[in-house]
Every structure is written in structure tokens, then in C-alpha cells.
């Protein structure tokens, strides 16, 4: 074990450097791990290799050799490729405001993107999390008895989730929060995401976060050339206090609302030019929903013109809507049921469904579990559906990607979900999985588009946030804009080498 005294202060010249490399650090000590036919040697300062009180239990090799930094265990330690820099004594749960202008840019080479009518994989997303750093209260990581301003006995806040945010809590209108949501989305090969939509005067304000999300992609997309897509998700349930003959007055409404406000805009999400919109039933007091399939073909009659996807296979709305959108199976009393029966049936279903109907847009749907037992079950009582070490995700891929190339159905597939933390559906990296989620994901992207996709890319978003919540200057933005243009144009080794240079001379 040696002692390091002397930081490296360098910028421009790691560009050249993009397989092993060390980060120095005052104060810190190292240790260099190597490749053993039983995976990665490291010596005896790796217990103090710690993030938020869990050891890391795998780092990923360039050229057989990883170099890994150990430091206080109040330090959070970055690790990526053979690199591990640590900024000591961070402040993961720190936001910043990051200004929201465009900044002037240079010509950018446009990436290979896809047209909105071929959107190829969207990601459910929640836009529901408000934290009392950035606004003021706590919002969903509260639910139930929870309290995010106590400590569990891990050390990570008590929220109300079945596993625990890599960039830990977060809030849905913090706009380093969305850039690295959409940058990580990005690597992974996914196009677009579909809010969960309460109308527009919900109680936690969703539908401000909803355009903050907008303001964030047509930044992003302003900047570095990518063309993201954003739909949005009506929950039937926002009707639920209304008086029967005041609901489908109320939700012409809000799905007008909707095409005023938001499907106009550049990167809403449309199929064949048309906005979509996706609808979620509620379930009332025993009746399949609160609008009957006359009352929402009314609506729609009346509006100008979108598609409506309906969950499920009920023929008499699908009879009155465009599309069939499928979902996570149900909870089953055997955890390990992951759903079989559900992915046997739901794609033969959805294609007799299109025949009978003549439906102009299908989606998959896959998932990696659920879990919603940190709020049981909205109270309701906790479902469970085991992860098994990422199986279930895995068949759920396989079925969809068979279904999308039959050609007739699941011309989009979505992701269930990017972030729904309370009920344990999320792919969003997490202590307990780290990125292995989106790289499976990237697999069976490729599949479908046959491009190819970086895990090593997976950090360099978690880098640039993590520069702007401990670092937050105009020399740190001007440092992070730098590195998103290499980043969006895939030099992802450059754009890592300069955040991580940049981060180790702080």
C-alpha cells in the first residue's frame, strides 16, 4: 500500500487516454486489482472500497486490469471501466439549478436517429418524486410511514422503495436529474419515455414535471442534435372524485389539454403523424372502469384527431380506440411465477385483437420483477414477483422481441418501467443491480436495431451529475457541455477521460 500526495491536473491531454489509467488523489491510498481465472484480485484495502455502505462487488476490466482508489467511507467512489476516481466527502443527495438555455454550439454531426414513426423501445416513467432540497417536501419517496429525513440501519434514507436510487433520491423537476436520466436512456438505446399523466392540476404537480421533462429534451435535442420522443399516460383514476356525468366532461378535458399543450411540440411522441396517447382504466367500486367504451369513443370522436391505446384485451373498447398496450403480468401467490401464462397469452391476443379491430399501433411491454412491499401495496397489501436474478427480464425480452418480428404486432415495446421505485419495477440503475439492467437492455436493443450499444458509456451520466451536485460553477457546466457533445457523438472513451479528469482535480 502506497501513499499518493500529488493530484493530476489535467484536462485536454487524457483524450488520448482510454484504457488503464490511475486517478490520484490527496490523502487516498490505492490498491491495483488484477483478472484471476475467479474474477478480480484486489488486495487487502478493499474493504473500504464502499458506496452508500455496500461493497462493490464488481468492476468491469480494460486490458485485464482495473486501478481502484480507496478513501474514507464518507467518499463516493466512481468506478467505470479500469477507471475508479473518489471525490471525497460527497454529497450525493445535493441538486443544483442548472441553467436551462441553450448554449450555442458548433455544427454537430446528426446521430443515426430513429423517425417518430419508428420509435423502436419507450420506457414508462414517473414524473411523481419531489424531494425537500429541491422543493420544499418530500413527494411518493414519503408514501406511507416512511420518512426520507431518517436513516435506515444501511445508511441510505428510509424511502419508500424496494431498492435504493445509485444517484440517490432525486426529484422529477431538477434538470440535472433529467439530463442524466435522458443521457443514461440515451446509451441504452432507448427512444423515448411515457409519463404517468394525473391531468393538470394534480396534487404533486406532476404535470410540472412533465414540462420540465419537455423543457429538458428540446434542450438536449437543441444542443447535441439527439431526437428523443415523450407520450404521455392518462390515469383514468383522476376521475375517480368526480360525479359519474361530470367524468368524461372532465376527461375531454384533460386529453384536450394534453393536444394543446403538449402535442405539438417537436418531440412529442407520434405514429404515423399522429400524437399518441396512452390510457390507463381504473378500477371503481367493482366496475371495469369510469368511463364506459361509448362515453371515451365519444370523447375521442369530439377531439382532433390522436390515438388512444387501451390496456388489455377488452373488445368493446379496443372496438373504439387504436392500439393495445400490454403490461406486467399480475402478482401471483408463488413469487417465482413470473408470468408465464401472461407472455403466452398476451401477444397471440394482441394479434387476433388487431385483426378483429383493425388496431393501427400494438406495444410490448417488459419487466424485470415488482415489489411494491416498502408502501404494501398503496396499502392494499404488498405484491411480489422475484426478480430471479434478471430471468424474468430476460423471457420478457425474448417473447417481445419474437413478437416485433413477426412484423404485425409490437411495433413499439415498452420498458415497465425506467423509475417506478415503490412498486420495484425499475431498470434505472440501483445500489442493489448497478447498470446491469440497462446493459441487458442494450442487448436486445441491438437485436432490433442492429446497432450497437457502450456499457462503458452507462457511467459517464452519473459522472456529469455528480460533478454538478458537488461541483456546481460555469467552469463545471462548461466542463459538462463539453463532454455531453462527445458523449452524443458516441466518443464515449474522450468524453469519460475529461469528466473523470476533471472531477479527480477538484
Known sequence: MESISNVLAIRHFWYSVCSAFCVALAGCTFAVATATESGLAIPDASPAL??????????????????????????????????????????????????????????????????????????????WYKTREYSGEWLYWDWGDH????????????????????????????????????????????RGFVIDWYGPNDRGNIDGATQAMFAAVERMSNNYGID??????????????????????VAKQHIQYILDTYSERPHYLRHDDVPVIFYWQALSHDIPALLSPAQLGTLQSELPEFKLLYL?????????????????????????????????????????????????????????????????????????????????????????????????IANLIQV?????????????????????????????????????????????????????????SAETEAIVHETHQLFFQNRYPEAQALISAYLAAQ
Open 50 to 127: 464502499q458506496l452508500d455502505a455496500t461493497p462493490i462487488t464488481q468492476l468491469t476490466l480494460i486490458d485485464e486490469a482495473a486501478v481502484v482508489v480507496a478513501a474514507t467511507p464518507t467518499a463516493e467512489i466512481l468506478v467505470s471501466g479500469g477507471l475508479a476516481a473518489v471525490i471525497p466527502d460527497a454529497t450525493p443527495i445535493q441538486s443544483l439549478n442548472v441553467p436551462t438555455e441553450e448554449i450555442p454550439l458548433a455544427e454537430v454531426p446528426q446521430l443515426n436517429m430513429n423517425t417518430a414513426q419508428d420509435v423502436t423501445v419507450l420506457a414508462h416513467y414517473m414524473a
Open 312 to 408: 388489455g384485451a377488452n373488445s368493446d373498447y379496443l372496438a373504439v380506440t387504436d392500439g393495445f398496450y400490454s403490461w406486467v403480468s399480475g402478482a401471483n401467490e408463488d413469487p417465482l411465477d413470473y408470468g408465464e401464462d401472461y407472455l403466452n397469452w398476451v401477444y397471440p391476443e394482441m394479434e387476433f385483437q388487431s385483426s378483429q379491430h383493425e388496431l393501427s399501433l400494438t406495444v410490448g411491454s417488459v419487466y424485470p420483477g415488482f415489489d411494491d412491499s416498502a408502501t404494501n401495496g398503496w396499502g392494499g397489501g404488498s405484491r411480489f414477483i422475484d426478480r430471479q436474478d434478471g430471468l424474468v427480464y430476460e423471457v420478457a425480452w425474448q417473447r417481445a422481441v419474437e413478437a416485433n418480428q413477426k412484423g404485425s
Open 228 to 249: 428523443f420522443k415523450v407520450g404521455l399516460m392518462y390515469e383514468e383514476k383522476t376521475l375517480g372524485h368526480l360525479e359519474d356525468e361530470n367524468k368524461p366532461i
Open 416 to 472: 415497465v418501467t425506467w423509475n417506478d421505485w415503490p412498486e420495484g419495477t425499475e431498470i434505472e440503475p440501483s445500489i442493489e443491480y448497478g447498470r446491469s439492467y440497462l446493459e441487458t437492455t442494450q442487448t436486445h436493443i441491438s437485436t432490433l436495431t442492429g446497432e450497437t450499444y457502450s456499457a462503458d458509456a452507462l457511467v459517464i451520466p452519473e459522472l456529469i451529475l455528480t460533478a454538478r451536485r458537488n461541483y456546481p
Open 147 to 190: 420518512n426520507p429525513d431518517n436513516l435506515r440501519l444501511d445508511g441510505f434514507p428510509d424511502a419508500a422503495t424496494a431498492h435504493r436510487p445509485l444517484i440517490g433520491l432525486y426529484d422529477s423537476r431538477d434538470p440535472a436529474v433529467l439530463d442524466y436520466q435522458l443521457a443514461t436512456a440515451w446509451a441504452t438505446g432507448i
